[in-house]
């Protein structure tokens, strides 16, 4: 008698209904699927995925291309993604791609084409129609996040409207001379991020008829990027804006501690708003527009096994726009009449 019978006998069920609690593939209940995987840990058995995969034509296995591993969003986007992928059956191969033409292209036309992977997720990485087809061709789902793709179903925040609101919650408080600190206009990443958000910073003070003549600098997306900027911006009360809004949080958290080195009450004398829901936001008292990055990562995942079990289907090409919320704190505040 095999091991995978014994499976299915100390767990009441047939050997095809063990198979295919083991292997994800078709649909079992979850005590089915609880008591098979407790008799097979009892065993000591686990399913060869090499053998399945002969069998299915399946690695179980996603691709994601990345552009930073180190950077909070993109961390964050990642557990989510993994923790999805493994309650799914999954495992994942990461690709982190450069700025480098020649990686890029080695990882789309070898790595990836290569029977390694099942589905591609793509964060913040905007795919050529040459990579999409070509990926698309050997049958292998994509889902991009960050950004529209044509021809895939992609996820995103929206980068102007999110920076349009952040700008506007500083103009209700009376904030007239607003400065925004975000990514260098001339070093986008892919969806071009860094512009769109000043695009709608611009949008809102433009909306309230207000003109400011120096109202960008770029910075580093890092706590250390915000703090240089704010050591750069604030120590001039002639000319130091009374509000700030940050492309980030870690650049917000940069700003506030420089602020407080240079002796500038937070929201006293300058108030202070970013972009993310960074954990370390609460801890500082940050005013900021939460996108729940590991929801986008995990509604990635759902996108991308929708797909998988519709493989017949032709993929929908749709953009998924997913909300912020804005989480008002302590860092603003009405503006003083003595900073007008």
């Known amino acids: 008698m095999s091991i995978l019978a014994d499976v299915a006998r100390i767990a009441g069920v047939s050997k095809s209904t063990a198979s295919r609690a083991l292997s994800g593939r078709g ?35 996603v691709g994601v291309v990345i552009p930073y591993i180190n950077r909070w969003y993109f961390a964050e986007v990642l557990e989510g993604i993994e923790s999805a992928l493994i309650r799914a059956g999954y495992d994942l191969t990461l690709y982190r791609l450069s700025t480098d033409r020649d990686l890029r292209r080695r990882v789309f036309d070898y790595f990836l084409v290569r029977k390694r992977v099942d589905a591609v997720i793509s964060v913040a990485i905007d795919l050529s129609p040459h990579e999409v087809q070509m990926l698309q061709s050997l049958g292998k789902p994509l889902v991009g996040i960050g950004g529209r793709i044509d021809g895939i179903p992609s996820l995103s ?51 309230a008829g207000v003109t400011v003549d120096d109202d960008f600098r770029d910075a580093d997306f890092s706590i250390e990027g915000g703090y240089a900027v704010g050591l750069a911006v604030l120590g001039d009360p ?7 809004f940050a492309g980030c949080d870690e650049i917000a958290i940069g700003i506030m501690v420089a602020a407080r080195q240079l002796g500038i009450s937070i929201p006293g004398e300058l108030s202070i708003i970013g972009i993310d829901g960074h954990p370390l936001a609460e801890m500082f008292g940050l005013t900021t527009l939460a996108q729940q990055p590991g929801a986008q990562g995990a509604r990635a995942v759902e996108l991308l096994l929708s797909q998988l079990e519709h493989a017949d289907a032709a993929p929908p090409d749709e953009h998924l726009l997913l909300p912020t919320a804005l989480t008002v704190r302590a ?10």
């Open 27 to 61: 649909y079992v209940s979850d005590d089915t699927r609880r008591r098979v995987e407790d008799a097979a840990a009892e065993l000591g058995y686990v399913v060869s995925s090499t053998a399945a995969s002969l069998v299915t034509g399946r690695t179980r296995n």
């Open 157 to 207: 925040i929206d980068d102007v409207e999110t920076a349009r609101l952040a700008t506007e919650h500083l103009l209700s408080l009376g904030h007239r001379r607003i400065m925004h600190v975000g990514g260098d206009q001339n070093e986008q990443m892919d969806f071009r991020v860094h512009s769109q958000r000043y695009t709608g910073f611009a949008q809102a003070l433009r909306d």
């Open 238 to 244: 002639r000319t130091r804006p009374t509000a700030i």
């Open 331 to 340: 860092s603003t505040a009405a503006r003083r009449e003595q900073n007008a």
